[in-house]
């Protein structure tokens, strides 16, 4: 990193760290007052800011809009469900060599990459099958 962190951006960096999950900047700020610490709205989201322009942390945008932030060691990716919203988390990812690769032939510093996949979950592909069957009986 940088520059040195600034209170609040301290103060969210060590609770995402703890968390370790990634989380809305209202559900961080409300983690946050319900730790007894004082902190605005405003504040959470320009102290995000701050940490996401160090490389500190990243953005991921949730299929309702909502951003959700979490550290960027955590090399995670995602199989984000259209239909329910639930995103299960995968293990692999098949991008870490070629993040190597493009810092080295552009002599770019990549802080992280972001990959996810978007379709229908186990779940609800059965609940369209269910209710396909129901209509071919009705
Ligand atoms: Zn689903
Ligand atoms: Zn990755």
Redesign the pocket.
């Known amino acids: 990193m940088k520059a040195p962190l600034t209170r609040s951006q301290e103060r969210l960096f060590r609770l995402l760290k703890t968390l370790n999950q990634a989380m809305s900047a209202q559900d961080l700020y409300s983690e946050l007052r319900q730790r007894n610490e004082s902190i605005g709205l405003a504040t959470v989201y320009r102290a995000l800011e701050g940490l996401k322009l160090q490389g500190a942390i990243q953005a991921r945008k949730l299929t309702n809009g909502e951003s959700v932030y979490s550290l960027t060691q955590s090399d995670q990716h995602h199989l984000t469900?259209?239909?329910?919203?639930?995103s299960i988390p995968i293990a692999e990812c098949p991008v870490h060599d070629l993040e190597n690769k493009l810092e080295f032939s552009h002599q770019f510093k990549v802080y992280y990459h972001t990959l996810e996949f978007f379709g229908?979950?186990?779940?609800?592909?059965l609940?369209d099958e269910e209710k396909q069957n129901l209509s071919k009986v009705i």
């Open positions: 469900c259209v239909n329910c919203g639930r229908l979950c186990h779940g609800c592909q609940g």
